[in-house]
């Protein structure tokens, strides 16, 4: 069991940034990636930025050169730096923990509660 707390979201005016965190605990030894995704209402969640066991990291083309994931494995933290951000960017955004130690078969997700990030124009 994995379990996830975000925190950080808030309401910020175009061009401002927001820093969220995500401090995991339980049995996070075997997962395999952090990601954070967005969702707005009536819309599907969508992957945002992810980063792996090895360190490697992914993001979704309308946050690149904008956002920034990383992860502090002592702290069991992950972060997301939001810079520039604009009213499109409004959303729930949470947290997630892949797990995929016995094949995508049998992978489980975790997910956090999920924390707000509003933009005003």
């Known amino acids: 069991q994995v379990r996830l707390v975000e925190s950080g979201g808030g309401s910020v005016h175009s061009g401002g940034s927001l820093r969220l965190s995500c401090v995991a605990s339980g049995s996070t030894a075997d997962i395999d990636a952090f990601g954070w995704y967005h969702q707005v209402p009536e819309s599907e969640r969508e992957l945002v930025a992810s980063?792996?066991?090895?360190?490697?990291?992914n993001y979704a083309d309308f946050v690149k050169g904008r956002f920034t994931i990383a992860r502090d494995i002592a702290k069991r933290t992950v972060s997301l730096q939001m810079n520039s951000l604009g009213p499109d960017d409004t959303a729930v955004y949470f947290c997630?923990?892949?797990?995929?130690?016995?094949?995508?078969?049998?992978?489980?997700?975790?997910w956090g509660q999920g924390t707000q990030v509003t933009v005003s124009s």
């Open positions: 997630n923990a892949h797990d995929a130690t016995y094949g995508t078969s049998w992978a489980v997700d975790y």
């Open positions: 980063i792996s066991k090895d360190g490697s990291t």
